[in-house]
């Protein structure tokens, strides 16, 4: 615009040649003459230079410059979004873990595995499925999401479907759901990285601003320039291109539930958030931008009253094929790493929560721990007991704003209790009130909210992230109480109905010291008092499960959780004729297996009616001589 229009004629006939040494996309000489013959020429020029030339614009325009002699303006020209994606890169590339040390970084490709995006609600029955399946049928249902999947770089266009759908405009809103510790936030770290090296929207948005909601509700009195300039203090210059071409900038709002966590019906918005966010959210300004927003499930009806959503996005986690591609990422070790992931997925309970990226992060930290080379992997198995508490320390840690965390655990692992003698896997919002729990708040790493429409209305419901979860709560209600009735009614029901024997094995490992220490300030009853419970009700057990394979297989596992050898020695007096038949072994049972037989005396009988891999029979070779009859 600074330009006289003698300089804007050599400038725009220049341009052929400029262009031909950055190899940029040819801009048609009639298109160039239509240019400068309307009302503003400058404008539609850059238009074009921006459509033609994309990322390349700006040296070509350097470049121009200089060949007409006007290298005064050449220099004023500073393009602040490449300076502000080279602060982006510098920032992003490497990344804290939870362990990490002060100063400890590791690499974020190194780290980083695709996420399954659904653009879907799921049906109830199918949420409800999910939610108790366990091992490979878990697995084997998540694959299901594949055909409803969306890639990253699809978020803001219209997919096939949509295309043939008359009057339907590309989305400006999007919203990504999903529970804690299922890898919203690192999948916004990957759509800024990706941005800001030129592989993500480059031809859509010039300007990407994370906005972090925690940060958000402390400033609350921030304008829509303090906002821009908290991404980066370097773009002040910029702020009036910046404002002036909304269309091209992407706000991504991470984290909304921390905005709306303790939000009441009576509440004015703006007494905790600032109008600002409110304002840009509600598109009253800037409203030709675009919205990227992620939340957990609770807060979505919040967000719901406030905006316009055109695209709903679910993050499912990781699908099977994700989850063994994290364990070879995460110990570099090719052969260490399918080791591992061979033994996860013999564990029931551990694999159907690896579609978690948060547990497949616990689980490879565990299995890696102190590994010597050519150390046996299997050393370094952990109770289920122990990894879900370390997985309930971890959403506690960080992704739980209370700080009354003792009392939050009690009333929660109540609800699940209750939930498990009444057979609930889903729980209504009035549920929840008897407990004093509010899902939208405090509590809300712990549950997933699922929306479903009936004949008349839209209805929502409660559930944990995962029937294990609830399990394991359950169970921590039970050794938490002042004396072990409820624990004792547990084990005597358990005899009766198949589904609690999963609480029983929790109700084992927490009586293990080292699980009591993982969960500081939780008061549990003295495992002397709950072993005495426990032994008393094995023989009861094995008379009762003698006839029943996979029943007896769980007393095995409860033995393996409780990680007591004297009481493992005891009860193995009552358990001394194993007979498994029909029933496939992992390598994790007959490590079970193994480690009973380990502790007793000697075993009168050890009976497979099962087809034995080659790594199954070495974990078990060592102590077939205690037996007196093996088959």
């Known amino acids: 615009m600074e330009l006289t229009e003698q300089e804007l ?12 040494k950055h190899e940029c996309k040819h801009i048609p000489y009639g298109r160039l003459e239509q240019a400068i013959k309307s009302g503003d020429s400058a404008g539609e020029l850059s238009h074009l230079m921006v459509g033609h030339y994309e990322r390349k614009a700006i040296d070509v325009l350097k470049d121009t410059l200089d060949e007409i002699g ?3 303006q050449a220099k004023k020209v500073e393009d602040h ?14 990344i804290r873990e939870y362990n990490s040390l002060p100063m400890e970084r590791v690499d974020f490709s190194a780290r980083f595995t695709k996420l399954t995006l659904v653009k879907k609600h799921q049906q109830q029955e199918d949420k409800k ?14 694959k299901k999401h594949r055909n409803m999947s969306i890639d990253i770089e699809n978020l803001f266009t219209l997919v096939d479907e949509e295309k043939e759908e008359k009057q339907k405009t590309e989305p400006k809103t999007v919203v990504i759901q999903g529970p804690a510790g299922i890898g919203k936030s690192f999948t916004i770290h990957k759509i800024m990285l990706d941005w800001a090296s030129g592989e993500l929207f480059h031809d859509r948005f010039q300007y990407v601003f994370q906005l972090r909601c925690r940060e958000l509700r402390i400033h609350k009195n921030d304008s829509l320039d303090d906002l821009i300039l908290k991404c980066s203090r370097n773009l002040k210059p910029a702020l009036e291109d910046i404002l002036s071409k909304p269309e091209q900038v992407l706000f991504i709002f ?8 303790g939000w009441t019906d009576n509440m004015n918005e703006e007494d905790v958030t600032s109008t600002t966010v409110m304002e840009l959210l509600s598109r009253n300004i800037m409203p030709q931008a675009s919205l990227l927003i992620t939340t957990r499930p609770t807060a979505l009806q919040a967000l719901d009253n406030i905006v316009v959503i055109d695209r709903y996005i679910e993050i499912v986690g990781f699908l099977e094929d994700e989850i063994k591609e994290y364990f070879i990422k995460s110990f570099e070790d090719q052969e260490k790493a399918l080791s591992a992931f061979n033994i996860i997925k013999g564990n029931k309970v551990v694999l159907s929560l690896c579609f978690l990226p948060i547990m497949c992060w616990i689980v490879c930290s565990m299995m890696k721990q102190a590994l010597q080379p050519g150390e046996d992997i299997m050393k370094n198995m952990k109770t289920n007991t122990q990894v879900l508490i370390h997985f309930v320390n971890k959403l506690l840690e960080h992704h739980c704003r209370t700080s009354e965390k003792t009392e939050f655990l009690k009333i929660v692992s109540s609800l699940a209790f209750t939930g498990i003698k009444e057979e609930k896997l889903v729980f209504k919002n009035k549920d929840l009130k008897k407990f004093s729990i509010n899902p939208t708040g405090n509590e809300s790493p712990f549950f997933g909210k699922l929306f479903y429409k009936t004949d008349m209305d839209a209805k929502s419901v409660f559930h944990f992230m995962h029937l294990s979860i609830q399990e394991l709560f359950a169970a921590m209600h039970c050794v938490s109480q002042s004396s072990t009735e409820e624990a004792v009614q547990l084990l005597n029901d358990s005899l009766h109905r198949d589904n609690l024997i999963d609480v029983v094995r929790f109700l084992f490992g927490l009586t293990d010291v080292k699980s009591q220490k993982i969960i500081e300030d939780f008061e549990m009853l003295s495992p002397a008092l709950l072993k005495t419970c426990l032994l008393n009700w094995i023989p009861e057990a094995a008379a009762s499960y003698k006839k029943q394979s996979p029943f007896f297989l769980q007393l095995l596992h409860c033995l393996y959780e409780i990680q007591d050898p004297q009481f493992a020695k005891t009860a193995m007096t009552t358990l001394s004729n194993i007979k498994l038949v029909n029933r496939p072994l992992s390598s994790i049972d007959c490590a079970v297996i193994k480690y009973c037989i380990e502790q007793s005396d000697s075993i009168q009988c050890l009976d497979i009616d099962i087809i034995l891999v080659e790594e199954q029979v070495k974990i078990l070779w060592d102590i077939l001589p205690k037996c007196q009859f093996v088959r």
């Open 9 to 20: 004629t050599r400038f725009w006939k220049k341009l052929g040649s400029i262009e031909t």
């Open 70 to 72: 006007r290298k005064d």
């Open 81 to 94: 979004s490449s300076q502000f994606k080279e602060e982006i890169k510098r920032k992003l590339k490497k």
């Open 129 to 142: 499925n999910e939610l108790k399946a366990k091992g490979k049928e878990h697995t084997e249902l998540m």
């Open 254 to 261: 991470d984290g909304f539930d921390e905005l709306s966590a």
